[in-house]
């Protein structure tokens, strides 16, 4: 069964940092396009960022400059750097995984930043 489990969200003041973790318990974890999605309340979930398996990255114009998606398939992780976070990017985050037809979501993980 393929479980993808964030760690690392919680409460900062507008500016700090936060790193968000997703651990992955899929075969063949290099071969997935891993990525960050989000959900504020009573929105929609966007693209936050993505790695391919080639580690080819794309980001949302909203995040580009801040954000950092990286992955370490020896250890199946990826993970988003976050940096000079602001108000409205509070939400919960979650990873996803996508290799042909099978995707898979996280649980997801809050982050909120407030002061």
């Known amino acids: 069964q393929v479980q993808l489990v964030e760690s690392g969200g919680g409460l900062v003041q507008p500016g700090g940092s936060l790193r968000l973790s997703c651990a992955a318990s899929?075969?063949?974890?290099?071969?997935?396009?891993m990525g960050w999605y989000r959900q504020a309340p009573g929105k929609q979930r966007d693209l936050v960022a993505t790695?391919?398996?080639?580690?080819?990255?794309n980001y949302a114009d909203s995040v580009k400059g801040r954000f950092t998606i990286s992955r370490d398939n020896a250890k199946k992780t990826v993970y988003l750097q976050m940096n000079s976070l602001k108000p409205e990017d509070t939400a919960v985050y979650f990873c996803?995984?996508?290799?042909?037809?099978?995707?898979?979501w996280g649980q997801g993980t809050q982050v909120t930043v407030s002061s």
């Open positions: 790695i391919t398996s080639r580690d080819n990255t």
């Open positions: 899929i075969s063949f974890f290099a071969l997935y396009t």
């Open positions: 996803y995984a996508r290799s042909g037809a099978n995707a898979y």
